[in-house]
């Protein structure tokens, strides 16, 4: 038996339900990529890592809202069945499930982009600089 198989494995219904659940939470940087400016577009981008960083490089299309500014206020402008997707710099950083759980929290939809901006350069996608 090695470290890998020393827990078993769900079984496969719990496996299916564990799985087809996490989509409902997140999403990842190709699926993001694959519709952004298309007419497929069906979510609104947040970076919610702050001005300096989002206009240093981010996601193209994203707005910048910083997790921490996310009230009712300034999402007024957008649908109440609005689909919002978050991301901060990359898997080490917590900022996208901040913003998500302020979202949840205003009763909006919400998931995560997987990955963040760290995710997003790795699949080789560019990044588009404010100025």
């Known amino acids: 038996m090695s470290i890998v198989t020393e827990v078993a494995a769900a079984a496969?219904?719990?496996?299916?339900?564990?799985?087809?659940?996490?989509?409902?939470?997140?999403?990842?940087?190709?699926?993001?990529?694959?519709?952004?400016?298309t007419p497929q577009q069906d979510f609104v981008l947040l970076d919610v890592r702050g001005t300096?960083?989002?206009?240093?490089?981010?996601?193209?299309?994203?707005?910048?809202?910083?997790?921490?500014?996310?009230?009712?206020?300034?999402?007024?402008?957008?649908?109440?069945?609005?689909?919002?997707?978050t991301y901060c710099?990359?898997?080490?950083?917590?900022?996208?499930?901040?913003?998500?759980?302020r979202l949840a929290r205003l009763g909006r939809p919400v998931k995560i982009m997987a990955g963040g901006i760290t995710g997003w350069l790795d699949e080789g996608f560019a990044l588009a600089v404010s100025s």
């Open 89 to 101: 710099a990359g898997p080490h950083c917590n900022g996208a499930a901040r913003a998500a759980i």
């Open 52 to 85: 300096e960083a989002y206009n240093a490089g981010h996601v193209p299309g994203a707005i910048d809202l910083a997790h921490r500014k996310i009230i009712g206020s300034k999402l007024a402008d957008y649908p109440a069945d609005t689909l919002f997707v």
């Open 12 to 37: 496969a219904p719990e496996a299916l339900a564990h799985f087809e659940g996490s989509l409902a939470f997140e999403t990842d940087c190709w699926d993001v990529h694959s519709v952004m400016g």
